[in-house]
């Protein structure tokens, strides 16, 4: 198993017509948003506009938190969803869609994969909370800390991760527990994904 600690130094920011979007991780490493020829990505936006329309990517599924402020998703002719923090909405890619509202999100978009989960996590200042792999099987893990400080024990090694910062488990093994340990109130967004 691979572990590794993701930073702003791995990270890549861009701008877009409603704010800044920073793609955290994407699979293949050498693929690309524009080439559309990843199986996933991983990213945080920072949406500054009070409304913004969403670039059409075919073939791709999307899976979208807040993570602070809120949301609004209008996706024409499908459904519209109201998101406050640590909230989720689930669309395709080629859906016209419109959002309304200021926030920070969480973006997970993928194609042709097996199976993935993603799950808010909230943690008070001082608790515990053990996670176990709900997918068997996963080839990647990752816990991405968007505010507070924990400290992450896994296979008996202690590390700490930061606001900012996430957490990569390459080829994981399906009865590993991560036991988070949180110094501050902290939220956090996890995610399996089977390739």
């Known amino acids: 198993m691979e572990t590794k600690i993701l930073s702003i130094i791995d990270f ?3 701008l877009w017509t409603g704010g800044s ?9 050498n693929a690309s948003l ?23 990517l075919l073939g791709i599924s999307r ?3 807040v993570l602070e402020g809120e949301m609004e998703l209008v996706h024409q002719g499908h459904h519209r969803k109201q998101l406050k923090s640590m909230e989720i909405d689930m669309f395709e890619g080629d859906w016209f869609t419109k959002s309304f509202g200021k926030c920070t999100d969480f973006n997970f978009m993928y194609q042709n994969i097996k199976e993935n989960l993603i799950k808010p996590l909230i943690i008070n200042q001082g608790d ?17 800390l968007f505010s507070g400080r924990c400290s992450i024990i896994c296979l008996g090694k202690r590390v700490l991760i930061q606001a900012g ?9 399906f009865l590993l527990t991560l036991s988070l340990w949180a ?12 390739i």
Not at 23 to 29: A, S, T, V
Not at 35 to 55: C, I, K, N, P, Y
Not at 183 to 194: C, D, H, L, P, T
């Open 34 to 56: 524009h080439q559309r020829d990843f199986l996933f990505r991983l990213s945080s936006a920072v949406v500054e506009a009070e409304t913004s329309v969403f670039t059409s």
């Open 21 to 29: 979007t920073t793609q955290l991780f994407i699979y293949p490493e």
């Open 63 to 65: 899976k979208l938190m």
């Open 128 to 144: 515990k909370l053990d996670i176990t792999l709900d997918l068997p099987h996963s080839d990647f893990v990752f816990l991405y």
């Open 183 to 194: 110094e501050f109130y902290s939220k956090a967004v996890f995610v399996q994904v089977a």
């Open 12 to 14: 890549k920011t861009s």
């Open 165 to 173: 910062e996430m957490l990569m488990l390459k080829n994981p093994d």
